[in-house]
């Protein structure tokens, strides 16, 4: 179980449809604080070493298209590791999930992110109450190029930007927010946009 502190996932259909499930704490969690570490013996991708289900985007699309009937699971649960790199969760044809990870949802006004640039441990990066959803930016992972179009936030803060467009990192109010919680990916992306826009002598 790579749950930290106590959380349980739910059912959260209500709020989001599509028999979607969340996860939800059961306890008062404090920012800082580690709330889920990827087992890899048991997570739902390989690891990052491993090049196994890294593929480009014409090789995801190739993989719907012979597997259809995963359509679903290959385009919610892939994310991205470069600009046209996609890592693809081990079980797309079985469609199982073997570890809880995946079913951190987006807000647009998050309460955790991530604690290491692989992306397999999660952290809180404010307290959060009992009963309380966790969430993390989708920003954190992806980019314009992600394979998750047309993706309509559902979080219902405050400062939620609806239809996700996933230029977020280009966003420096966003980058003092989110960039130390993001994978390396965005991070990457990031450091490169500060050095185009820096100032030549």
């Known amino acids: 179980m790579p749950f930290l502190k106590k959380l349980e996932v739910r059912d959260l259909t209500s709020k989001y449809g599509h028999s979607q499930r969340g996860v939800v704490a059961l ?30 985007r014409a090789e995801v699309l190739a993989l719907i298209e012979k597997y259809p009937e995963s359509n679903d699971f290959i385009l919610s649960y892939t994310y991205m590791l470069d600009d046209d790199l996609f890592h693809v969760p081990r079980n797309y044809v079985t469609q199982e999930i073997t570890d809880e990870c ?18 397999f441990t999660v952290m809180a990066i404010r307290d959060i109450n009992p009963g309380e959803e966790l ?5 954190c992972l992806d980019s314009e190029t992600t394979l998750s179009t047309n993706f309509v936030c559902k979080c219902g803060t405050h400062n939620c930007v609806g239809e ?26 990031i450091r490169k946009l500060h050095q185009e826009q820096a100032p030549t002598s």
């Open 27 to 56: 306890e008062p969690i404090r920012r800082g604080e580690l709330v889920i570490e990827c087992d890899m013996s048991m997570c739902s991708y390989y690891p990052l070493d491993d090049p196994r289900n890294k593929m480009n």
């Open 102 to 119: 995946v079913f951190f949802n987006h807000s647009c006004d998050p309460n955790c992110g991530f604690a290491t640039d692989d992306e």
């Open 135 to 139: 969430t993390y930016h989708y920003g």
């Open 164 to 189: 996700l467009k996933y230029d977020f990192w280009r966003d420096p109010e966003w980058q003092k927010k989110y960039e130390q919680y993001s994978g390396d990916y965005i991070k990457r992306k």
